[in-house]
């Protein structure tokens, strides 16, 4: 509800809402030109009388003066009987230059006004404004639950693509679009009456006046009073007619003044509506708070980018929206799939297990698990596919589930099995699966396989669970959902270095190029060859496919696009089937992969110190973050191999790299050789100076196996003790980031 609430206003009014954002974006840098090129006096330094006197010298037939929030200053006169309006120095009471406002501007203005539509534009400017208003609101609430409470807020966002830009930029922007949204909103009820205007502080004209001789302008005591900054406007006497007044009106109030006695008439200070109303304008329009208007420009310079982000959003949602029939109904089914989904991904998932049990002679109903009966009399399997959302909570078909369940009775004959999607870069890893795992169990329900957790999508992996069921239910499941398939490239190998045979642990670092493609018309056109590489950074994914299988492999990338060239690191598995494939390769021989970004993985900018910790191939995106360390921030490597004489991947380059000091320091273990250690026993040598590396703020990066990076991260626990931080704690505040296969 809340997610249409956001997306359907935002589709329907996505065109006319950017020009309203273009637009306020082109008017909200008017305050501060204006306030740059105007001279503002000190308070207390000019008064009213003494501006005055000082135009009147330079302009002797002036009519009326006006300065605008911003300080500019204008002087309407009337010359041989020539009206004009030049902008003066109220400094000096020199003109500057005649005074013309932009028709640029003004046709903008009304563009972001009324569409240029008078009034019905007017009206739906103003329903844009309440839109936007609707939009930032339930787009707060839902930028909550995606970070797991308004507590988490303010955390740094994981996810990728479309969705974490998104998030990103309403963060940065949504304060500032509130605040645009609502003073418009303001706005345009007052102009339509829909608010009461606040009564406006006009004065009636003064019954009496002296009408003794004029008194010069400077001589006038209540324009003495009165500071130039706070001047709005004042219109003068007409010549030669001692019955007329000036006319004042001030920030503050309005009112008349005898021109020959000075005294203040009939002066009526604005009122607190009128004061309300005027700063709903400001605060609206950035006037005389030419900082506010940078802000709120910057804001609305966010919505062609949330406009694009949000309606990809919205498509990858609807594109993977593909809701399964029921199948069998809930009475008749022996098998049962619940589904827990917020993006929609699961549901593909679904669909390919229920349409292989159908194959192999099952009758299964499905649904989301909000729908969960309370009884499912025929059924002998429960299948719960569960995503898990904002900080380890449940997704929107799930939101009911556990309330549910507490009126679920389960027969003695039915067994449940839990499938967890999420992804490893998040702290709290499928933990959504993992609870409905434990409500399940403790119900009673007896489990036919352990809950499993598929990370990111991963074909490979839900292929593989469905081999392990399939044993279970005595049937063949050749499950071969893949979410994303992706556009692959051709690379040529160009040179390998091989590493570890002498200790049983082959590893090569290979180094591809893009093979010559035939170039797009958008390459043609913009004079690209068709050599290049798509755009990556080391520590994304090459995704490869061995030709014995569809499934692919993703390997971290060594290298970014900027080297010229994808580089892996890559150790061949026994019996495995891609590593045997890429291990085969000569140069000169060609393979297809895809890039698949993993922004989750990439070390802090600046001058964080950065600790990198590695076994075996999993040194490949660390030597690419390295090599890539130009600035020469503090960077520390923690590696394990075997055997020094044998598999030292990257020796040769890290030594390049501490003598340019791109590495800071460098720390081996090898468990192959005399000193028997492993990374682990590396770091807690070094315990002491990694601990106030921490303290100071240091990020750590572990690439390598799950074994190896659990032990890492029992080390770090150990070693953050008594800092009283955990790696949990490190991972919230993203200083611990894992790539572990
Ligand atoms: C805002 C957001 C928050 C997420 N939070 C988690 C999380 O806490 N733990 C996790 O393992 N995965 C998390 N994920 C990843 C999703 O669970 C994963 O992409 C899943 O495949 C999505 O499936 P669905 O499209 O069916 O909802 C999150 C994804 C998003 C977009």
Same mark, same amino acid.
């Given at each position: 509800?809340?997610?249409?609430?956001?997306?359907?206003?935002?589709?329907?009014?996505?065109?006319?809402?950017?020009?309203?954002?273009?637009?306020?974006?082109?008017?909200?840098?008017?305050? %501060?030109?204006?306030? +740059?090129?105007? =001279?503002?006096?000190?308070? *207390?330094? #000019?008064?009213? &009388?003494?501006? /005055? @006197?000082?135009?009147?010298?330079?302009?002797?037939?002036?009519?009326?003066?006006?300065?605008?929030?911003?300080?500019?200053?204008?002087?309407?006169?009337?010359?041989?009987?020539?009206?004009?309006?030049?902008?003066?120095?109220?400094?000096?009471?020199?003109?500057?230059?005649?005074?013309?406002?932009?028709?640029?501007?003004?046709?903008?203005?009304?563009?972001?006004?009324?569409?240029?539509?008078?009034?019905?534009?007017?009206?739906?400017?103003?329903?844009?404004?309440?839109?936007?208003?609707?939009?930032?609101?339930?787009?707060?609430?839902?930028?909550?639950?995606?970070?797991?409470?308004?507590?988490?807020?303010?955390?740094?966002?994981?996810?990728?693509?479309?969705?974490?830009?998104?998030?990103?930029?309403?963060?940065?922007?949504?304060?500032?679009?509130?605040?645009? %949204?609502?003073?418009? +909103?303001?706005? =345009?009820?007052?102009?339509? *009456?829909? #608010?009461?205007? &606040?009564?406006? /502080? @006009?004065?009636?004209?003064?019954?009496?006046?002296?009408?003794?001789?004029?008194?010069?302008?400077?001589?006038?005591?209540?324009?003495?009073?009165?500071?130039?900054?706070?001047?709005?406007?004042?219109?003068?006497?007409?010549?030669?007619?001692?019955?007329?007044?000036?006319?004042?009106?001030?920030?503050?109030?309005?009112?008349?003044?005898?021109?020959?006695?000075?005294?203040?008439?009939?002066?009526?200070?604005?009122?607190?509506?009128?004061?309300?109303?005027?700063?709903?304008?400001?605060?609206?329009?950035?006037?005389?708070?030419?900082?506010?208007?940078?802000?709120?420009?910057?804001?609305?310079?966010?919505?062609?980018?949330?406009?694009?982000?949000?309606?990809?959003?919205?498509?990858?949602?609807?594109?993977?929206?593909?809701?399964?029939?029921?199948?069998?109904?809930?009475?008749?089914?022996?098998?049962?799939?619940?589904?827990?989904?917020?993006?929609?991904?699961?549901?593909?998932? /679904?669909?390919?297990?229920?349409?292989?049990?159908?194959?192999?002679?099952?009758?299964?109903?499905?649904?989301?698990?909000?729908?969960?009966?309370?009884?499912?009399?025929?059924?002998?399997?429960?299948?719960?596919?569960?995503?898990?959302?904002?900080?380890?909570?449940?997704?929107?078909?799930?939101?009911?589930?556990?309330?549910?369940?507490?009126?679920?009775?389960?027969?003695?004959?039915?067994?449940?099995?839990?499938?967890?999607?999420?992804?490893?870069?998040?702290?709290?890893?499928?933990?959504?699966?993992?609870?409905?795992?434990?409500?399940?169990?403790?119900?009673?329900?007896?489990?036919?396989?352990?809950?499993?957790?598929?990370?990111?999508?991963?074909?490979?992996?839900?292929?593989?669970?469905?081999?392990?069921?399939?044993?279970?239910?005595?049937?063949?499941?050749?499950?071969?959902?893949?979410?994303?398939?992706?556009?692959?490239?051709?690379?040529?190998?160009?040179?390998?270095?091989?590493?570890?045979?002498?200790?049983?642990?082959?590893?090569?670092?290979?180094?591809?190029?893009?093979?010559?493609?035939?170039?797009?018309?958008?390459?043609?056109?913009?004079?690209?060859?068709?050599?290049?590489?798509?755009?990556?950074?080391?520590?994304?994914?090459?995704?490869?496919?061995?030709?014995?299988?569809?499934?692919?492999?993703?390997?971290?990338?060594?290298?970014?696009?900027?080297?010229?060239?994808?580089?892996?690191?890559?150790?061949?598995?026994?019996?495995?089937?891609?590593?045997?494939?890429?291990?085969?390769?000569?140069?000169?021989?060609?393979?297809?992969?895809?890039?698949?970004?993993?922004?989750?993985?990439?070390?802090?900018?600046?001058?964080?110190?950065?600790?990198?910790?590695?076994?075996?191939?999993?040194?490949?995106?660390?030597?690419?973050?390295?090599?890539?360390?130009?600035?020469?921030?503090?960077?520390?490597?923690?590696?394990?191999?075997?055997?020094?004489?044998?598999?030292?991947?990257?020796?040769?380059?890290?030594?390049?790299?501490?003598?340019?000091?791109?590495?800071?320091?460098?720390?081996?273990?090898?468990?192959?050789?005399?000193?028997?250690?492993?990374?682990?026993?590396?770091?807690?040598?070094?315990?002491?100076?990694?601990?106030?590396?921490?303290?100071?703020?240091?990020?750590?990066?572990?690439?390598?196996?799950?074994?190896?990076?659990?032990?890492?991260?029992?080390?770090?626990?150990?070693?953050?003790?008594?800092?009283?931080?955990?790696?949990?704690?490190?991972?919230?505040?993203?200083?611990?980031?894992?790539?572990?296969?």
């Amino acid at each position: 509800m809340l997610r249409k609430l956001h997306s359907l206003p935002g589709l329907v009014a996505a065109l006319l809402l950017l020009v309203l954002a273009i637009t306020g974006v082109i008017l909200s840098v008017v305050p %501060a030109i204006e306030r +740059s090129a105007a =001279s503002i006096p000190a308070t *207390g330094e #000019l008064s009213v &009388a003494e501006l /005055a @006197e000082r135009v009147v010298a330079h302009y002797p037939g002036t009519e009326q003066i006006q300065r605008s929030l911003s300080g500019e200053v204008v002087v309407y006169y009337s010359r041989d009987r020539q009206p004009g309006a030049d902008l003066v120095n109220p400094l000096t009471g020199e003109g500057i230059a005649p005074y013309q406002p932009s028709a640029f501007l003004r046709w903008v203005k009304n563009l972001h006004r009324s569409f240029l539509l008078d009034d019905a534009g007017r009206i739906l400017a103003g329903g844009l404004a309440v839109v936007m208003v609707l939009m930032c609101l339930s787009g707060m609430f839902l930028l909550a639950r995606r970070m797991g409470g308004w507590k988490a807020i303010l955390r740094p966002i994981a996810g990728t693509g479309s969705s974490r830009v998104h998030a990103e930029l309403a963060r940065f922007a949504v304060i500032g679009l509130l605040l645009s %949204a609502l003073t418009g +909103s303001y706005m =345009s009820a007052v102009r339509f *009456g829909l #608010l009461p205007e &606040a009564a406006n /502080a @006009e004065p009636s004209y003064p019954a009496e006046v002296s009408g003794g001789t004029p008194a010069p302008v400077s001589s006038l005591i209540a324009l003495k009073n009165v500071d130039a900054n706070e001047l709005r406007e004042l219109v003068f006497p007409y010549p030669d007619d001692p019955s007329d007044v000036y006319s004042l009106n001030t920030t503050q109030g309005a009112g008349f003044v005898d021109q020959s006695t000075g005294e203040l008439l009939q002066y009526q200070p604005r009122s607190a509506g009128n004061h309300f109303h005027h700063w709903m304008v400001r605060l609206h329009t950035g006037e005389g708070l030419w900082w506010l208007g940078l802000v709120l420009g910057m804001a609305a310079l966010t919505v062609p980018a949330l406009s694009f982000t949000g309606m990809r959003i919205w498509w990858q949602r609807r594109s993977s929206s593909v809701r399964l029939d029921e199948g069998a109904s809930i009475e008749t089914a022996d098998v049962v799939i619940l589904v827990g989904s917020e993006g929609n991904t699961t549901w593909g998932f /679904a669909r390919d297990l229920q349409r292989k049990l159908n194959q192999a002679g099952k009758k299964v109903h499905c649904a989301p698990m909000n729908d969960l009966a309370e009884h499912y009399p025929l059924a002998s399997v429960l299948f719960v596919l569960a995503s898990t959302y904002g900080d380890g909570g449940a997704p929107s078909s799930a939101s009911q589930f556990m309330t549910r369940l507490k009126h679920f009775q389960a027969d003695d004959g039915l067994k449940f099995v839990v499938l967890g999607f999420g992804d490893q870069q998040f702290p709290k890893f499928c933990q959504y699966a993992l609870d409905v795992d434990a409500a399940l169990g403790s119900k009673g329900l007896q489990q036919m396989h352990p809950v499993t957790r598929i990370d990111r999508g991963s074909a490979l992996q839900f292929r593989e669970w469905g081999e392990a069921i399939s044993k279970h239910m005595g049937v063949s499941l050749a499950l071969t959902h893949n979410p994303a398939p992706a556009v692959t490239s051709e690379f040529e190998l160009v040179e390998r270095v091989d590493y570890g045979v002498a200790v049983q642990a082959p590893t090569s670092i290979l180094r591809f190029k893009p093979v010559q493609s035939r170039r797009s018309l958008w390459q043609v056109l913009s004079l690209k060859s068709g050599l290049h590489l798509p755009s990556f950074e080391a520590g994304d994914l090459f995704g490869v496919s061995p030709p014995e299988d569809q499934t692919a492999r993703l390997y971290s990338l060594a290298s970014s696009a900027s080297d010229g060239q994808l580089e892996i690191c890559v150790r061949k598995q026994t019996n495995g089937l891609c590593s045997g494939y890429l291990h085969s390769l000569k140069p000169g021989d060609r393979i297809t992969g895809f890039i698949q970004q993993n922004p989750g993985f990439r070390p802090a900018g600046g001058a964080t110190p950065i600790i990198l910790v590695g076994a075996g191939a999993g040194i490949g995106p660390l030597a690419g973050f390295i090599r890539k360390n130009t600035d020469r921030n503090p960077m520390y490597l923690y590696w394990g191999g075997r055997n020094p004489q044998s598999d030292f991947l990257y020796q040769p380059e890290l030594g390049c790299y501490l003598n340019d000091h791109r590495l800071t320091g460098l720390n081996t273990a090898f468990s192959r050789s005399a000193e028997k250690a492993y990374v682990q026993d590396a770091i807690v040598a070094d315990e002491t100076a990694l601990r106030q590396l921490i303290e100071k703020g240091a990020q750590v990066l572990v690439c390598g196996g799950r074994d190896m990076a659990s032990g890492v991260s029992q080390v770090f626990d150990s070693i953050l003790k008594p800092l009283h931080l955990n790696v949990d704690e490190l991972k919230t505040e993203g200083r611990y980031l894992e790539d572990v296969y």
